[in-house]
């Protein structure tokens, strides 16, 4: 009896070992995450094999796992650029990335888990103050915003992509003018609206008066023609028509036939 605690302490102390090297050997990744192995004594960081899944995970208590998110991130920034003639323009921009999952092991080896500060940022500021240098604050502000952001893109794309990120778009939420320029840009813009609506105004004035000159054209060759058709005899044989026309009708009326200039009736109503 007196030797049960002497073989007790043992086995606890190793259970209470066994809990330890357990809680430190396993490691729960999260959905949308991924980690990548680092092994002390086995060359350091796993790049030629996928990295960790989702899941629950049994390492060496010597090793260690960094996990990562793999799913689409969102960051926002705020810059300060010069447009082509140097003034101060300020570009509201954002930007989806996300690690390259399949290269995640080399990511973290030559870059780290602060990629985003040391990569990404730093790009699109770069980017961002290249493309916006080719273009005026009018261009920025009005006609160029869907280029310049398309621009933005492709430059950052060309060198995060070589850094195992995944950029999936930049977008130019705003840009931001001086006021004096921005107040300058609306004028003309407002007047270059007012001239094309002048201009419009014109045109139509314009063609309505070809319209009705061709349209009296028109009937002026109409009645000349008819003019050049009619006849005397073509007169005479229409007046009698339509004198036997009204001779038809119930109304009072003389008729003289024969009687009239150029011997067309004369009708005499009952007035």
Known sequence: ??????????????????????????????????GVLWKRFGGGVVTDK???????????PWNKVYVYEVRRQEIFEKMKVLSSNGLDIQLDASAW?????????????????NYLDRIILPTIRSAARSVVGRYTPEQLYSSKRDAIQQEIFEETQKIVEKQFIVLDEVLVRD????????????????????SLEYEFRLEKAQKEAERQRIEAQGKADA????????T?????????????ELSRSNNSKVIVVGSGEGGLPIILGNQ
């Open 223 to 230: 009645n000349r023609i008819l003019s050049a058709s009619l």
């Open 232 to 244: 005397d005899k073509i007169l005479q044989d229409k007046g009698i028509e339509a004198t036997l």
């Open 50 to 60: 996928p990295p960790l899944g989702e899941g629950f995970h049994l390492v060496a």
């Open 175 to 194: 840009v931001t003018l001086p006021p004096t320029i921005k107040e300058a840009i609306e004028r003309k813009l407002k007047q270059e609206q007012e």
């Open 1 to 34: 009896m007196d030797r049960l605690p002497k073989i007790g302490l043992p086995i606890i102390f190793i259970l209470i070992l066994a809990v330890i090297l357990v809680s430190k050997s396993a490691v729960n990744i999260n959905a949308g995450e991924a």
């Open 97 to 113: 990335y996300k690690p390259d999952e399949a290269d995640l092991g080399k990511l973290h080896k030559e870059i780290g888990e």
